[in-house]
């Protein structure tokens, strides 16, 4: 008489196996959260160095006489568009536009998804500093300094993202 064998897992293989399999999950998930933000964070850090090079970049301009400036003025970008947008080079003989920056690229720690990860113009994105604004209480003015994140949220590190 032949004996059949069952061939297969039992029940108290398939629960074991399905509880280490929700444990691996569980520790794999804070991990990925932690992964997406440090991603985000580093994205902040990259868009927020292109803005202020840009700005240092008109404002260095703007002291070579080559963006026209008036004498009450910093040499600041009144906004961000004008990087863009670009601005005539007085030093130039065809006056051909210096550009500082192809767009205004986003705010990453917004909460809203872009359609476009940049546009022509996102003042409204970043917190803007004048340059007669401090730096502890930072507000706009007649040019644009510095850029901030509005986000209210505090980074990895334990700043504040408006502070970067």
């Known amino acids: 008489m032949a004996i059949l064998h069952a061939k297969g897992f039992s029940l ?5 196996t399905l509880a280490i399999v929700a444990i691996l999950a569980s520790v794999a998930m804070p991990l990925v959260s932690v992964t ?9 850090r990259t868009h927020l160095r292109q803005i202020r090079e840009a700005i240092d970049a ?4 703007a002291d070579e006489g080559r963006v026209k400036k008036n004498i009450d003025e910093t040499g600041y970008p009144p906004t961000l568009e004008i990087l863009v947008e670009g601005t005539e080079d007085l030093k130039d003989p065809d006056k051909k536009k210096i550009k500082f920056l192809r767009r205004v690229p986003h ?37 644009v300094y510095d850029v901030y994140s509005l986000s ?13």
């Open 12 to 16: 108290i293989e398939l629960i074991v």
């Open 36 to 44: 997406a933000q440090r991603s985000k964070e580093n994205e902040l």
């Open 58 to 61: 008109y404002k260095k301009a």
């Open 107 to 143: 705010d990453p720690m917004m909460s809203h998804a872009p359609e476009n990860e940049f546009s022509i113009s996102q003042d409204s994105e970043w917190g803007l500093r004048s340059y007669e604004s401090s730096a502890d209480n930072p507000s706009a003015g007649k040019d």
């Open 152 to 164: 209210p949220q505090i980074g990895t590190n334990g700043i504040p993202y408006a502070k970067w």
